[in-house]
């Protein structure tokens, strides 16, 4: 059974850091681009960072210089993605979600439940 766990949100003040963690488990996910993607209230879900099989970064320009995504492929069937926040502001305030994605016929796609980030001014 394909999981995906965030963990790590929370209320923290403006300029302040987070870091959240995934937990993906069922499926090699070592083969798969894993991401973070956020979606504030009113808003649609938008790309954060997305971290390739070969560790190739892509950041979206709000928070490029800001959030680091890093990955860790602990054995063939779990890995960890993690997003370290630093300098955070009102605007980053959103439900985060993890994702796991692997082109192909067809596309796969598994997403996490979410975890919430508040970011206070």
């Known amino acids: 059974q394909v999981q995906l766990v965030e963990s790590g949100g929370g209320l923290v003040q403006s300029g302040g850091s987070l870091r959240l963690s995934c937990a993906a488990s069922?499926?090699?996910?070592?083969?798969?681009?894993m991401g973070w993607y956020r979606q504030a209230p009113g808003k649609q879900r938008e790309l954060v960072a997305t971290i390739s099989v070969g560790g190739t970064t892509n950041y979206a320009d709000s928070v490029k210089g800001r959030f680091t995504i890093s990955r860790d492929n602990v054995n063939r069937m779990v890995s960890l993605v993690y997003l370290q926040m630093n300098s955070l502001k009102s605007e980053d305030t959103a439900v985060y979600y993890c994702?796991?994605?692997?082109?192909?016929?067809?596309?796969?796609?598994?997403w996490g439940q979410g975890t919430q980030v508040t970011v206070s001014s």
């Open positions: 069922g499926s090699i996910f070592s083969i798969y681009t």
């Open positions: 994702n796991a994605h692997q082109s192909g016929s067809p596309d796969l796609s598994h």
